[in-house]
């Protein structure tokens, strides 16, 4: 069994960064894909951006490309969330994701979940 922790979130000024990390911790862990979503009060689940764990290629929703940056450390089983430029509308909870046999921005796919790193960006 797999489990995810996220950390880093917290409270940042409109166009300040942040850094949001995920650990993951279990006998095994060896995910085709990792994942960041989030979600904020009233609204669905959102894809924020994914990375392929063997490969390291990266995918990113619309509204943040060019301002975040999703990385990993394998050894360390550490997924990275960097957010620059952030903006109001980036305050959500932040969720971790991993999946054993695919990668896109549906949340259904991924099985393991965090539960959550909150992010508020002031105006």
């Known amino acids: 069994q797999v489990q995810l922790a996220e950390s880093g979130g917290g409270l940042v000024q409109a166009g300040g960064s942040l850094r949001v990390s995920c650990v993951a911790s279990?006998?095994?862990?060896?995910?085709?894909?990792m994942a960041w979503f989030r979600q904020a009060p009233g609204k669905e689940r959102e894809f924020v951006g994914a990375?392929?764990?063997?490969?390291?290629?990266?995918a990113y929703a619309e509204s943040v490309k060019g301002r975040c940056t999703i990385s990993r450390d394998i050894v360390k089983r550490t997924m990275y969330l960097q957010m620059n430029g952030l903006k109001p509308e980036d305050s959500a909870k932040y969720y971790c994701?991993?999946?054993?046999?695919?990668?896109?921005?549906?949340?259904?796919?991924?099985?393991?979940w965090g539960q959550g790193t909150q992010v508020t960006v002031s105006s």
């Open positions: 279990g006998r095994t862990f060896s995910p085709y894909a």
């Open positions: 994701a991993a999946s054993n046999d695919a990668w896109s921005l549906d949340p259904q796919t991924y099985t393991y």
């Open positions: 990375i392929m764990w063997p490969g390291g290629r990266t």
